[in-house]
Each structure stands twice: as structure tokens, then as C-alpha cells.
């Protein structure tokens, strides 16, 4: 990826963790021979060898803290990331966002088409859920149904799907940061939230032990996204690998077009700060998650 | 639906699931009151109300056989039927078959439009595996994460998407007979396989007791697409509420174009006839599914 980090955790967790999930889905995937074969070699180009692998970083860093296996910590992770993937396969088509390049590669209905575009999405979706519900990732039953249900609440109408259709009828209409916030939140929030979740049902901490990773997972998932729309409005596109400066020409509200520049990076700071204080119980244990904190909002990417 | 079904016990199972499903999904999805209300309204309009509701009904007649309480059956026929909807909206749209008629009522994309169709599919396919893992189905995790298992493997890469992978490349070539049954097996054997495996997961059959349920879903999921080659050679349009007679022009090989009409009709008959034996050694309580092979093969839609 190239993506130069000032912190040195950070750094060395980035790459291991790229590495994990490539490694995860090239075994995931293998290319059968017949005629399923390109449907394969899509999902394997969309989902190998790009993308930053924050959602299992995240997952993988909560997981850690609570001496969850490595190797468990992947599988979720990959999951986690199958369905990020899925969503932006979905996002790039002609008929959602029209992109055509994603990662620094063409998008998939690009490099295919269309039809499996949407396939290879729909495959990747219910990847995620065969990995998840296998008895790879952990032996507890109940681990791996509250680890499908985590996922599945926070991707559907309610979660992820349910923030890209109010992103969708964003263009062109007044809303207010109120509604934007709420679209942020289930656009990204929710399986940014998912991904710390899944990380504390791995590490089997009860339900009142999550209330401060979940306030955690809150705040980033808002810096998250405002940094993002700042990069929209101010990024490089070689860098993002993909289409920026989008926005503002649809006519969509964005923190960046409600707070202006300024205030909207004010604001991703202060939730990030805010996040770090919210791991004041934890020592240098949380020391990654303090770090991805800082990272997603000073990213350039 | 205004079905005509000569059999009395099938005729009432039918209806029985058809209003369950439909009580199932209207629960599921409260229309809210924000800018997501087209997409639930889109997810609705593909749910409710429409489709013979066949992967329920096998599931919940499995699911009889071995004491299953009613509720757990409909919810996991619900999450059944979810995949299958999600897997018509996104056949269905221009960039797929190009359907414009579905169940006598315009396709998704056409009442709403295309990127709502995609949005819609997700969002059906998150929920079928939101329902599966939560606490309503069974209290008991491991069932919920081994419903979870079956139908995430039976609706992705290796199993019906890889089958509608295979059916796209299928147009214009040479496919011979037992590559049109491999894609047959994974198109809609895989899902009709798993509603069976679903009601012995939820009956807590043990492996070793299934190996007749699975030859008798494996030799009805055939049968049944057969029949489907046949309604699209000779069926009524009006009847069957979609385009028939694409499979020709297309240049698409079928079992009808393979074996011609009559060899087709005789091939599912036999193989629902060899789906009853497989019954034989249950009492009247496999009765439903003695019918439902039965209607299968003699169903005009």
C-alpha cells in the first residue's frame, strides 16, 4: 500500500493484519474449474490486495486485548471485511455511485461486468456468514451466533444498507447535521461498531464490560467519516485510489458542507480525542486502539 | 394466489405458510419514519405478498415431522425465503435477466429503481441471517449457528450464486447434461437442499438420520427445475406472473432442449416418484412432503 504511518504499532499492525486477510481470503477463495471460475476471480480481485483493513484491525486489536486467538481473530476479521467489500462493490455499480476505480484498480463491474458485479457482491455477503457461523472461528456455538448477529443487524436496512439509502436520497436534499450525523452513523458507524463488538464477543466480555468500547467505537465511527468527507473535499485521488471531490457537485450535505473545513476537522479531532478517553480504564494493552484513533483522522487516505 | 391444488393437505399447507410468511415479513419490517422508508417499502413490496413460498413449506414440513414448535419454523422459513427473494430482485434487474414482471407485479427495480433493487437484495439477504442467529428461532446457540452454516453455504460461491454464475455463461454454450444438472444442483437444488437441512437442524435430527432427507431434496430440488424448464417452454404467461420463453432464444441448454419435452416431463416424474421412496420409511406424518413432490412437478406456475 505504501501508506507511510508516523506510529510504529500502527504500522507494523496495519501490515500484519493486510497480510492476514489477503492470506485469509486467497484461502477462502480458491478458483474452481468450470464455469463459476469468474465469479471467483472477482470477488478474490475485490477483496485481495487492497483496502486498508481497518474494520479487522479494529476487531482484531479488541480481540487481542482480551487474549482472543490470532487465528480466530482473522477469520472474524475477514468476515467483517467480506461484507465491507461486498458494500463497495454494490456502491461502485452504474446504478449506485458509478465508479470506476477503487483501490487504485478498476471497480469490479469495470474489470468483469455488471452481472457479476453484483454476484461477486452477493457471494462475499454470504461468505462473511459461512466463515462466521463455521466452527473455525471458535468452538462456542454462542460465540458464533452472537458474532452472525452482530454483523448481520449492523450491515442490514437497520445498519449499513440502511445508511447508503439515506446517502442515496441525500443528493439534492437540505438535511441538516442531525440527519447527516444519523446517516454517518449507519453508513459507517455501524460496522465500525460491529467490528469492535465482534472483537469483545470473541474475548467473551459480558455485556456491561462493552459499554466504553462501544462509546469508543461511537466516536471513531463519526471522526471516521467526517475525515473522509474532509479527503472528498480536499484529498489526493492517486493516494485515495479512487474518485474524489464527489459531494459537493451532487448537492450532498456533508459535515465538511455543514461545519465548514475548519470545523469539521475540529470536530473529527475532538471525537477522536474523545474516543481515547473513553479507554482510560485500559493500560498500554489498548495502546493500538489509542493509535487507529489518531490514525483515522489524520489519514490521506 | 387463486392456486388450484388437487391435494387437500397440501392445498391448506400452502396457504398456512403463505399467511405465516407474509405475518413474518410484515413484523420484520416497521416502514420508518425517515428517508430508509422506500427502501423497506421496496424490501416489502419483493416479500410480502406473493411466491408460493415452497422453500418454507418443505422447511416447516421437515420441521413438523420431528416436533419442531410452529413459530421457530416460520422464522427459519422466513430467513429461507429472504435469500430466495433477494436472489429474484437482483436476477431481475437490466444488468441480469431484465425482467420486468414478477408475481404479476412490476419487478423492484421497475415500482422503484435499480439502485433500490440492489439496495433492497442486501438488505433481505442481511435480515435472513439476522433472524437466524437471533433468540426468537431457538434458544439453544448451536442450532442457530448450524441454520446460519446451512444457508450461508447453500446461498453463496459454492452454491446457488455460483449456479447463476454458471446459468449467465450458459447462454450461447454448448453446456451437455450433466453440466446443466451441476448448475441446476447449485441454482435451486442448493436452497431447496438447505430448507430440508434447515428442518432437520431445527428437528435436531442427527446427522446420520438425514441422509434420506437430503436424497429426497436432492431429487425434488431437480424435478422441481425441470418443471421450471417445462412452464417456460408451454406455461401461461398470465398464470405464472413473469416472461416466459427466454430460455430458447437465448440459446440457453436446458433439460428440455437436452432431453426434449416428453424425456424432460418423464425425467421428473421419475425423480419425484424416486423423492417419495426415499420416504419410505416414515409413517403419514411425511405426507406433506409426498404431496409437495407430487405438486412440484405438476405445478402451471
Same mark, same amino acid.
Given at each position: ?28 477463495l ?9 465469479l ?17 484491525l ?6 487481542e ?26 456502491d ?23 452481472a ?10 454470504a ?17 458464533r ?33 442531525r440527519?447527516?450525523t *444519523? &446517516? ?6 455501524? !460496522?465500525? @461498531?460491529? =467490528?469492535?463488538?465482534?472483537? +469483545?464477543i470473541? %474475548? /467473551? ?18 471522526a ?5 468527507? *474532509? &479527503? ?6 492517486? !493516494?485515495? @485510489?479512487? =474518485?474524489?471531490?464527489?459531494d +459537493?457537485?451532487? %448537492? /450532498?450535505a ?6 465548514g ?11 477522536s ?6 479507554l ?10 489509542? =493509535? ?10
Amino acid at each position: 500500500m505504501g501508506l507511510v504511518i508516523a506510529d510504529d504499532l500502527l504500522g507494523r499492525g496495519l501490515q500484519r493484519i493486510q497480510r492476514e486477510i489477503d492470506q485469509a481470503f486467497d484461502l477462502k477463495l480458491p478458483v474452481p474449474d468450470d464455469s463459476r471460475a469468474s465469479l471467483v476471480e472477482a470477488m478474490r480481485h475485490a477483496a485481495i490486495g487492497g483496502g486498508k483493513r481497518v474494520r479487522p484491525l479494529l476487531l482484531s486489536a479488541v480481540a487481542e486485548m482480551y487474549g482472543v486467538s490470532r487465528p480466530a481473530a482473522v477469520l472474524a476479521g475477514c468476515a467483517i471485511e467480506a461484507i465491507h467489500v461486498y458494500s463497495l462493490i454494490h456502491d461502485d455499480l452504474p446504478c449506485m455511485d458509478d465508479d470506476d476505480l477503487r483501490h487504485g484498480k478498476p471497480t469490479v463491474h469495470k474489470a468483469f461486468d455488471e452481472a457479476t458485479a453484483v454476484l461477486a457482491g452477493d457471494s462475499l455477503h454470504a461468505l462473511a456468514f459461512e466463515i462466521l457461523a463455521g466452527r473455525q472461528v471458535s468452538t462456542d456455538p454462542f460465540i458464533r451466533a452472537e458474532l452472525v448477529y452482530a454483523l448481520a443487524s449492523a450491515s442490514g436496512h437497520t445498519g449499513m444498507a440502511g445508511g447508503q439509502m439515506m446517502d442515496m436520497v441525500a443528493e439534492g436534499e437540505a438535511f441538516d447535521l442531525r440527519t447527516v450525523t *444519523l &446517516l454517518q452513523q449507519l453508513k459507517t458507524g455501524a !460496522l465500525l @461498531g460491529a =467490528a469492535v463488538e465482534m472483537g +469483545a464477543i470473541l %474475548g /467473551k466480555v459480558p455485556e456491561e464490560g462493552r459499554s466504553h468500547l462501544r462509546a469508543y467505537a461511537r466516536d471513531i465511527g463519526l471522526a471516521f467519516q467526517i475525515a473522509d468527507d *474532509l &479527503l472528498d473535499e480536499e484529498g489526493d485521488e492517486m !493516494l485515495a @485510489g479512487k =474518485a474524489l471531490r464527489k459531494d +459537493a457537485p451532487a %448537492g /450532498k450535505a456533508t459535515f465538511v458542507s455543514l461545519m465548514g473545513v475548519d470545523g469539521a476537522r475540529q470536530q473529527a479531532q475532538a471525537l477522536s480525542q474523545q474516543a481515547i478517553g473513553h479507554l482510560a480504564s485500559h493500560g498500554k494493552e489498548a495502546d493500538l486502539l489509542r =493509535a487507529l484513533a489518531k490514525f483515522i483522522v489524520e489519514r490521506d487516505r
